[in-house]
Structure formats: structure tokens, C-alpha cells
């Protein structure tokens, strides 16, 4: 199994709708997690971090976390072209921070 | 703001040479990282250093080296480059390992011919 999956992609997803992208990891003692948007030929940025189990909330952006499931995910209120990235979910290993392959998201105009 | 800068966006050299890629932060972060990316593999990492002198393995090592003289700086060195080592690679810094959130340079696509 590998450490993080997520779905390659593309999910296609209409302006002003609800954009979801999943993740999961298989080690059981990862205790943070990232969420990092690229865009086509940029290097990553932090979009969200969550460390507890639940929902948290930044603007459009809702990270949710459950640990018995080893399951992760973003959603993305009110969808714009511009979020329109490749996602990537990281989550710790001991001391490192393993990332996915990342989830390409297209925001249909 | 934190910043990290890498000294080229691109470079092209050619199979044998010795190749140096630079990074800097400054927010004095403890640690810093060198990824490479490549499409289908996703990042993956090669070496990272949590502190000055000090460097670990990542999961793909082998044909690199680094090194971290001062504390803001940490350089990638491909000994002899080949054509493999083709990639888009990425320096990122955090200022402690794991729980916190890495911040990434803007990447040197390095060619080697």
C-alpha cells in the first residue's frame, strides 16, 4: 500500500460548486497534515494543515480529518477558475513529510 | 513572509559535470529539504538537514550530496550528472521537523544533456 493515495485526476468541477479531493495514508501514527495547491510550473504552497480529528475552516477551504479511517480530505466552496491546481496531501513519517501524487482539479467557467 | 530562493530557475549541463543548486531561507528556520519532481512520481526526497552540518537521507540519495555550512543556506550536489537526473527540483525549509509546515522555493528545472 502506498504511504499516501490520492485520486491522479482530473476531477472537473463547475464554477460555484463544491470541489472535493480525498486522501489517504497508511501509517497510523502520522499526527499532521498538509494540503498544498501547485499550479502548473510553480512550486507548492501550504493551503491548509489539520492535527485533530474534525473539521477545520479557512475561508472557502474546509480540511476534514478522520484518523480511524486514515482519511483526509479538502473541499472547496464556491469553486473559481483559479483554483483550478493540482492538490497535494502530505503527512508526516517520523521526522519526514511524505506527499502524494496529487489530484489535478479543473474549475469548469 | 517567509522566503526561500534557489539560484536558477533553469539549467542545462551536460552528462559528467559537476552541477551545485543553491537555496536560501530566511526565517531562520532550523531545517531545510531538497526534493526533485518528476510527473507520474510525484515529489519525492533526496536529502534533509536539521540543523548546520548535519544532513540525513531521504528515499533517493544516491548520485547526490549536500551540504549546510550556515544555517540559511543548503546546497544540492550532483557529483557527476547524468541524464536521469533530469528534474524539476524543489528546496523547501520548516522550522521544526514534521509538524510544521514546509514552505517551498520557487524550483530549478535542471536539464542534463
Known amino acids: 500500500q502506498k504511504e499516501v493515495e490520492q485520486n491522479s485526476g482530473p476531477l472537473s468541477v463547475p464554477e460555484g460548486a463544491i470541489a472535493s479531493l480525498n486522501c489517504t495514508y497508511s501509517d497510523r501514527g502520522s499526527q499532521s497534515f498538509f494540503w498544498y495547491r501547485q499550479y502548473s510550473g510553480k512550486s507548492p504552497e501550504l493551503i491548509m494543515f489539520i492535527y485533530s480529528n474534525g473539521d477545520k475552516e479557512d475561508g472557502r477551504f474546509t480540511a476534514q480529518l478522520n484518523k480511524a479511517s486514515q482519511y483526509v480530505s479538502l473541499l472547496i466552496r464556491d469553486s473559481q477558475p483559479s483554483d483550478s491546481a493540482t492538490y497535494l496531501c502530505a503527512v508526516n513519517r517520523d521526522d519526514k513529510i511524505i506527499f502524494g501524487k496529487g489530484t489535478r482539479l479543473h474549475i469548469l467557467p | 513572509d517567509v522566503k526561500v530562493t534557489q539560484s536558477s530557475r533553469y539549467l542545462v549541463k551536460r552528462t559528467g559535470e559537476k552541477v551545485f543548486l543553491e537555496c536560501v531561507q530566511d526565517m531562520d528556520h532550523e531545517n531545510m529539504f531538497w526534493y526533485r519532481q518528476d510527473p507520474g512520481l510525484g515529489l519525492r526526497l533526496i536529502y534533509f538537514?536539521?540543523?548546520?552540518?548535519?544532513?540525513e537521507k531521504g528515499d533517493i540519495p544516491e548520485g547526490y550530496s549536500v551540504s549546510r555550512e550556515k544555517k540559511e543556506r543548503f546546497s544540492l550536489i550532483l557529483e557527476s550528472a547524468s541524464t536521469n537526473q533530469t528534474s524539476m527540483y524543489l528546496c523547501?525549509?520548516?522550522?521544526?521537523?514534521?509538524?510544521?509546515?514546509?514552505?517551498f522555493g520557487p524550483g530549478t528545472r535542471l536539464t542534463v544533456l
Open positions: 538537514s536539521y540543523d548546520v552540518k548535519m544532513k
Open positions: 523547501a525549509s520548516s522550522f521544526r521537523l514534521s509538524y510544521n509546515e514546509q514552505f
